[in-house]
């Protein structure tokens, strides 16, 4: 079942007021690839045509995940002063919360992480194809950064 909120509006861009070099990139950006240029087109019909990317972050699968993790995420989060939301949010857009998950570059698990970065001595945790060993070395890495 579909329900639209709102049809043929515009869409604009949210840029802080003390940003001006962003906002002029990005209005660049937009004036050279508007609908009906190449990438325009692109854009156009893989973002606002096909919304099959977007998924149902409610779902009954994936809020089990959510509850399943939450106390990991919480626990790194206090750890290394992170948000645990933004754990948990980074790790949905990573994995869907799936620590089977396992990327053509060789990144695993829920947060995502390469084995080299988990080695890296400023993350230095092993075993991160363990749920807990995964976000502890997730978060310590977002730390470093």
């Not at 909120?5 to 508007?34: C, M, S, Y």
């Given at each position: ?8 509006g ?54 089990q ?16 002063q992170l ?63």
């Amino acid at each position: 079942r579909e329900i639209a909120i709102h049809t043929d509006g515009d869409r604009a861009w949210a840029v802080r007021k003390d940003n001006p070099q962003l906002k002029a990139v990005l209005d660049e950006f937009v004036r050279k690839n508007r609908k009906g240029t190449l990438l325009g087109n692109l854009l156009f019909n893989r973002y606002m045509k096909n919304v099959d990317f977007v998924s149902n972050a409610f779902s009954s699968d994936d809020l089990q995940r959510f509850r399943d993790l939450r106390d990991y995420f919480i626990k790194y989060g206090d750890q290394y002063q992170l948000d645990w939301l933004l754990l948990a949010a980074q790790g949905y857009q990573e994995s869907g919360l799936d620590q089977n998950k396992r990327s053509p570059a060789g990144a695993v698990g829920i947060m995502q992480i390469k084995p080299s970065t988990a080695r890296d001595p400023n993350v230095n945790i092993p075993d991160i194809h363990r749920v807990e060993s995964n976000i502890h070395a997730g978060t310590k890495y977002l730390r470093f950064l």
